[in-house]
């Protein structure tokens, strides 16, 4: 299932290419602004496993044999866009996960799921995304990124509106998930969620399926973070919807659906970089989820 990535990224010239030739997206989404960490989010455990660099503009999480840590916004939101830079775990990660996820806080929950799957040194990551409506979830994607995220930082956004939710890697969509409550699938549209981010070890399931367990001989495991925005419409969790529904840049005609630039390079991250995708798994759906032909996931 793994592939040699140094064969991989010249896929980075032609993504390239592709953005030059295209011209303008028409849904282009706004640039996250850089703030620091403290702008936006608090540490919520481990608070000495969170390193601070820059005036607490780049912070590292660090995970040892004891504990990991993790972060969470300082408020909750309904739809916005929301953004962060990272660099994961180099060198043999096997064995630990680094997520980056909305959530809100009740037992029928909303999810919206980065996470990375750590590999032995030399082999990929695993990005899997998820998306939990009215606590259920089920809905795992994964796909391998076109370039080493253990490198350089890189850009993970997700765009939330009343229409659709859509993962983005450097502005590249890797997945859609429209809402679809016109086919009985339920969307998250009234539970406000934070956003969170974590590093924790998780041997027992991450790599695969939980036969490479995390070498401690390595650690710390360190996870570096920059560029915290958020930009939505902040709520109670109570509340059950936006004050500004409707005015906001997101909800607007342009950002109801992807163009077809868009779609062009989501369909390039799935012939290129899937690896698993709950719609088309038989032995799980032997009926195809609904939402997948409106995803474009099939």
Request: charged content about 20%; overall charge neutral.
């Amino acid at each position: 299932m793994c592939r040699n990535m140094a064969a991989a990224y010249p896929w980075t010239l032609f993504l390239g290419m592709l953005v030059m030739v295209s011209g303008t997206m028409g849904a282009a989404l706004r640039k996250p602004v850089d703030v620091a960490f403290g702008r936006n989010y608090v540490p919520t455990w481990a608070f000495d496993h969170i390193k601070y660099f820059n005036g607490g503009n780049e912070i590292q999480l660090h995970l040892d044999k004891y504990t990991g840590t993790g972060f969470q916004s300082k408020g909750s939101y309904l739809f916005g866009h929301f953004s962060m830079q990272m660099k994961l775990v180099p060198g043999d990660s096997a064995g630990t996960v680094t997520a980056f996820y909305l959530s809100s806080q009740n037992s029928e929950h909303d999810e919206i799921d980065f996470e990375f799957l750590g590999n032995r040194t030399g082999q990929p990551y695993i990005l899997q995304t998820n998306v939990f409506t009215g606590g259920k979830g089920d809905r795992e994607q994964r796909i391998y990124l076109w370039f080493d995220p253990t490198k350089e930082f890189h850009y993970y956004s997700v765009l939330w509106n009343m229409y659709m939710i859509v993962f983005l890697v450097d502005d590249v969509p890797i997945r859609v998930f429209k809402n679809c409550k016109d086919l009985g699938v339920k969307f998250p549209f009234n539970q406000p969620m934070k956003i969170y981010s974590s590093l924790w070890n998780a041997d027992d399931w991450a790599t695969r399926g939980g036969l490479e367990k995390t070498d401690w001989s390595k650690a710390p495991f360190i996870a570096s973070y920059r560029s915290f925005h958020i930009d939505g419409c902040e709520a109670s969790v109570e509340a059950k919807f936006c004050a500004t529904q409707g005015a906001r840049w997101w909800d607007q005609k342009e950002f109801q659906d992807l163009d077809a630039f868009q779609y062009r390079r989501l369909s390039w991250v799935r012939q290129k970089y899937t690896i698993y995708n709950y719609c088309t798994d038989r032995s799980r759906y032997p009926s195809m989820p609904p939402e997948c032909k409106r995803d474009r996931d099939i």
